[in-house]
């Protein structure tokens, strides 16, 4: 899952890209309005993390940008501000939650968690297809309750397909979603991946569909 933070507070922002590429995201991010505003318009995030007090550009504006141009992105807002007002704006400009500063990140990270499990249509934290089972709050996967150890970017792949289980997902589609900005991007990595996380799952709910991509699906018999 890629996500985008907009905070022009350098260390804010450094805690937040770092919390949440501890917790298995790809994460870019910007800090003043215009820049957010593009990277939010032009690159395919699962969730964006907006500061409302931005220079250039402030957040309400920005989110009323992207909203406008049809971006259905999840936007989590964070702001300094304690009135229910500055609340109100907010959601009424298309953010889907918001947290108060100061706050705990393991309130930033549980509400993004919530935002990218109801934008993909899952109820609980606890995710399976067949003998697979994925746990998005302690990032544990186990097949058949056994704990099965996985990279950072093995956990996302497979973490990216458990959310959209049941639907095809091109390769195109997962290196955009799986790799943030810097990444040297290769549409044949994601193949690599593939095969050592069928290789660790041992088991066949990845089924590659020719010409397509990968459907997450479990395996007959235990549907």
């Known amino acids: 899952m890629r996500l985008l933070v907009v905070e022009d507070d350098p260390e804010l922002n450094r805690q937040l890209v770092e919390a949440l590429s501890d917790a298995g995201y790809a994460v870019d991010r910007a800090y003043d309005g215009e820049e957010g505003q593009y990277l939010g318009e032009t690159e395919p995030y699962d969730a964006i ?4 007090g931005l220079p250039k550009l402030d957040g309400i504006s920005v989110l009323e940008s992207w909203r406008r141009a049809g971006k259905v992105t999840p936007v989590l807002i964070l702001t300094a501000r304690d009135r229910w007002s500055d609340k109100v704006q907010g959601f009424d400009a298309g953010a889907d939650d918001y947290v108060a500063k100061p706050f705990h990140m393991e309130e930033v990270l549980a509400r993004l968690r919530a935002l990218l499990r109801r934008a993909s249509g899952h109820a609980s934290s606890e995710m399976t297809c067949g003998p697979v089972r994925l746990d998005t709050r302690s990032g544990r996967v186990t097949v058949e309750g056994t704990a099965v150890k996985l ?14 289980a ?30 050592r996380l069928r290789k660790k799952l041992d088991c066949d709910v990845i089924q590659t569909v020719r010409g397509l991509g ?3 699906a479990a395996p007959e018999g235990q549907r």
């Open 49 to 52: 993390v907006l500061d409302i």
């Open 151 to 164: 990279t950072s970017h093995e956990y996302r792949l497979l973490s990216y397909l458990m959310h959209h």
């Open 166 to 195: 049941g639907r095809v997902v091109s390769r195109g589609e997962l290196v955009e979603h799986l790799y943030d900005q810097d990444f040297d991007r290769d549409s044949n990595t994601i193949e690599v991946f593939v095969g």
């Open 214 to 216: 990968y459907l997450l």
